[in-house]
């Protein structure tokens, strides 16, 4: 992996100049797509942080923050320009998020306390920019954002819904689920945090390969698996869940998202460890990949997968027991 070294911009290559404008031209590129593009803006805004990553990774300082300050500065100019100087400090999150990603790699950090650190650092801060920006008087901030969802369905189903009769029912039937879902914004906001680390990762890792820079020295992902002891914090929210209401239940629905998302991974590396065993080509590997992601009855068998592999080790890769020695008789 190359150091960083004390020259800065101006003992850089005209290569490695490049590589910072490219790298500062995508992570803008990715960030306004995701704030100006519909659902497909988001997909490619999922990649913000992955610019700074490989770049702090593979430089470290001081050349690694060129990147980062580059794209903060240029983008501060240009969300103001365009009226959205209140999604700087989103910008700020994600080219954090980048830079912790990538000082995990570089300290040799597990692959769960990388994304996890990475992750609930760039939660709290996502939940702090939130309240900033859309905080009322206190305790009213919930509230304030389930309003807000509530005009936004309304604004499209007056747009896009077809008869009133039609259009009265989907809007009631969206105000009773509304107030759940903004009761489990904390969970799927640290999901979201935990899938975009996973992605980011994922590609980091496949261009370290494709360059031959050296990789953390973590297992193969194919061959991961979550911590055992994490069953147990399922075990306990799922009797919460039951057992309790209001608040209790609430915070064991929140806390079993995020572990869902933790045990989805593990059942997309079991796929990827038959995917590699069975030689399935790759164009095949990425249309099961969008399968399992994007259907939920598919999903929500990749999370069982993964979940149930505690017990059933399905790639038989858990270390056996050695057999006990035999008396001599």
């Not at 009213?140 to 936004?152: H, M, N, Y």
């Not at 590997?285 to 069982?304: D, N, S």
């Not at 979940?307 to 050695?322: E, K, T, V």
Request: hydrophobic content about 50%.
């Amino acid at each position: 992996m190359a150091e960083g070294n004390d020259h800065g911009i101006h003992g850089a290559s005209p290569a490695t100049r490049r590589e910072f404008a490219l790298g500062i031209a995508a992570t803008l590129l990715f960030f306004l797509s995701a704030i100006m593009i519909p659902v497909l803006g988001f997909l490619a805004g999922i990649f913000t942080p992955l610019p700074t990553l490989l770049t702090f990774y593979r430089l470290g300082l001081p050349l690694g923050l060129w990147i980062p300050g580059g794209a903060l500065a240029l983008g501060s100019a240009v969300l103001f320009y365009l009226g959205m100087g209140s999604s700087i400090p989103y910008l700020v999150e994600m080219l954090a998020f980048g830079l912790i990603l990538a000082s995990g790699m570089r300290q040799g950090w597990s692959t769960e306390k990388t994304l996890g650190a990475s992750s609930l650092v760039v939660f709290a801060a996502g939940a702090m920019a939130f309240w900033m920006t859309n905080g009322g008087p206190e305790g009213a901030l919930f509230s304030q954002v389930e309003e807000e969802l509530k005009g936004t369905v309304a604004a499209a189903l007056q747009q896009y819904a077809g008869t009133s009769a039609d259009r009265e029912l989907i809007q009631q039937s969206l105000e009773q689920i509304i107030p759940v879902l903004v009761t489990l914004m904390p969970g799927f906001s640290m999901a979201t945090s935990l899938v975009m680390a996973w992605l980011n990762v994922l590609v980091a890792r496949r261009y370290c390969r494709i360059h031959g820079v050296a990789l953390p020295p973590w297992p193969e992902w194919s061959q991961w698996k979550a911590p055992e002891k994490l069953v147990w914090c399922v075990i306990g929210a799922g009797f919460v869940m039951i057992l309790s209401d209001g608040t209790g239940r609430i915070v064991a629905l929140n806390l079993l998202i995020v572990l869902s998302t933790v045990y989805l991974f593990q059942g997309l590396a079991i796929v990827a460890f038959y995917s590699d065993k069975w030689k399935i080509p790759r164009l095949l590997r990425a249309f099961i990949y969008g399968f399992l992601l994007l259907q939920q009855f598919a999903t929500l068998g990749a999370v069982l997968m993964g979940l149930f592999d505690m017990w059933l080790d399905f790639r038989r890769i858990s270390p056996r027991p050695s057999e006990p020695a035999q008396s001599p008789e």
